[in-house]
């Protein structure tokens, strides 16, 4: 830990291809937006020697955020990786965007790392969704880390926001969540504020000053000891309560002093196994200075603390045909298993896939199986195909620096894969292999997309499709019943960035039109129609009469077509024609220009030629038939209804109820679930929630999470409707 380290000793060096999975961390940072994640790296990549000063590589460029739109509007929205060697250890830090529409990215990087670093910000506290996360990561017993940031600002104070951090990770056990060093204060400036300008550690009793720009070691005066003890005793009851030694309490409570050793041992084991989470504080180097407040500690914490890659359990592997196969755990000469967990495209080299390799070994120019099953709703074909791999890099900045293999337990990037998608599994050709698929977020915000132009036509399937082999989070539908196509996004944010990538990235432009919802018509009660399509213009004439009835059926029957034809008024050879008639203007519409569903028709009587009748004039006849029954009956117009549950905090429930009612919904029911929260069930008209995606989020602060699907279609209100109808004559 941190609390080892006499002097930082240059560190430095570039990180490299791993020879063995134990001198390997996979960290990934979360938090939410503005925390301080990607300043936090540079300032980590800094201490470890990666970089030449502040987030800067030899390029002149940052090693994280380096993306144009990234810097476009000013906020991470992809995953990055930045590999750093800190005394012989290659830590890959996985920085992740905290904003809640690039979640996807967010899992994406909690699939490929070993432990997490919650990062809070002091001046901001720890937010709903930062939780929520927090309660994945339990839920799988990743071990987590808290680094506070912004101790700079004026009302910034470490222990008030331990003890936030505790209630908020800490449940049932809140001495599980503690800190490894209290901050040491400098004098107070003008407008009262103390500067944070070192550490102390707890474990060591040890001062450790940032205020040269390096840490400094020293002993801590008399006056200090006091604050000190009690915090000293506070966190070593905390890691002997979660010791392996059940006497080692009870030595303690009985007066023995545990050795600084025992207690480091008992406190790495804890973190690893995921039952102790340290609090720790970090600050970005001063203009000059070579390391950053708590940068030294934290790169401790990561590389004595975190797990190894050999503690991460392989995710479930079976053959393609679905046959479970066990994988040794980060076995370098095992079967190849890695995984595909981000797909970019770069302008000079072309799909670059961001890999996790769990067993076995990589290696460049060798061929291997790319399997993807699984995401066919969004998009995705299942394929399965050989593909001989290009050059392996680790990246860092804009850079791509070669290496060599690339290990089990170990990341790296894949260039020249051109059927590789996120989510991918690439294994041996000759022994083909699928992971199961990480737990990805609905996309549910709809934007409804045209070409701009004739040639932007030409190029939309093609960066479409590369766009959403990049993000699976996000789901491309080709709409059969109002013929739009449609990229459903997470978020405004998701949204905007996704039509910049078709624009910048594949020379795309595209419009965004309003999204339409897939009504539907109905008869509301019998009516009868006769169809009359009589002509006679000279040469081959055109005759065909035919009589139908039109009654409603229960929602979900289609379309019924009857034969009650007696005496052969219209030949059998006609009747087939009628009824194709019929169908075709049935998804034409009647009223509205919505496919008419639901609704028996039967065919009465009618009268043929010999000469002129045909199959097209019955077609016609059958046609004009249904328009005039439409004509004297009262239609309705069918909306879809979806049902959607609502996952939310117990604080937000009313007001989730009150506006899904707004919404002309029907509540159904809640149900009390874990940790605080509700499922508030609901029928909702597809018309109302559009945009549900987005005002649910601001409705519960970003806590709140939705599913919807299909339920059914049924009659819209009057006013609506009438509205609806107006529309489509003026669009007429």
Known sequence: MGDKVKEHPGAAGRATAADHPASVRNVVLVGHSGAGKTTLVEALALTAGAVNRAGRVEDGGTVSDYDDIEHRQQRSVQLSLVPVDW??????????????????????????????????????????????????????????????????????????????????????????????????????????????????????????????????????????????????????????AESEDETLMDRYLGGEQIDLKTLIEDLERAVARGTFFPVLAAAPAAEGARQGLGTVELLELVTGG????????????????????????????????????????????GRVSLVRVFSGTLRPDETVHVSGHGLADRGHEDHDVDEKIGALSTPFGKQQRPVTHVIAGDLACVAKLGRAETGDTLSAKDDPLLMEPWEMPDPLLPLAIEAHSKADEDKLSQGLARLVAEDPTMRLEQNQDTHQVVLWCLGEAHADVALERLRSRYGVQVDVVPHKVSLRETFAGKSAGRGRHVKQSGGHGQFAICEIEVEPLPGGSGIEFVDKVVGGAVPRQFIPSVEKGVRAQAVKGVAAGYQLVDVRVTLLDGKAHSVDSSDAAFQTAGALALREAAADAKIHLLEPVAEVSVLVGDDYVGAVMSDLSGRRGRVLGTEQTSGGRTLVRAEVPEFEIGRYAVDLRSLSHGTARFSRSYARHEPMPPGIAEKIRDQAREAS
């Open 87 to 240: 005394n012989g250890i290659k830590i890959n830090i996985l920085d992740t965007p905290g904003y809640a529409d690039f979640v996807g990215e967010l899992r994406a990087g909690l699939r490929a790392a070993d432990a997490a670093l919650f990062v809070v910000s002091a001046s901001d506290g720890v937010d709903g969704s930062t939780r929520m996360v927090w309660e994945e990561c339990a839920a799988v017993g990743m071990p987590r880390a808290i680094v506070v940031t912004h101790l700079e600002a004026a009302r910034a104070d470490f222990e008030e926001m331990t003890r936030v951090c505790a209630e908020a990770f800490g449940g049932d056990d809140p001495d599980a969540v503690l800190p490894l060093y209290l901050p040491l204060h400098g004098p107070q400036g003008p407008d009262g504020h103390a500067p944070v300008t070192g550490l102390v550690g707890l474990l060591t009793q040890k001062l450790f000053d940032y205020s040269s720009g390096e840490r400094k070691e020293s002993e801590p005066g008399p006056d200090q000891l006091p604050d000190i003890d009690e915090a000293r005793n506070r966190l070593i009851e905390g890691i002997i």
């Open 306 to 349: 975190f797990p190894t890659p050999f503690e991460h359990p392989t995710p479930g592997v079976t053959t393609v045909d679905g046959r479970p196969r066990e994988i040794k755990p980060c076995d370098t000469g095992g079967p190849l298993v890695a995984e595909v967990v981000k797909t970019a495209s770069d302008p000079y080299v």
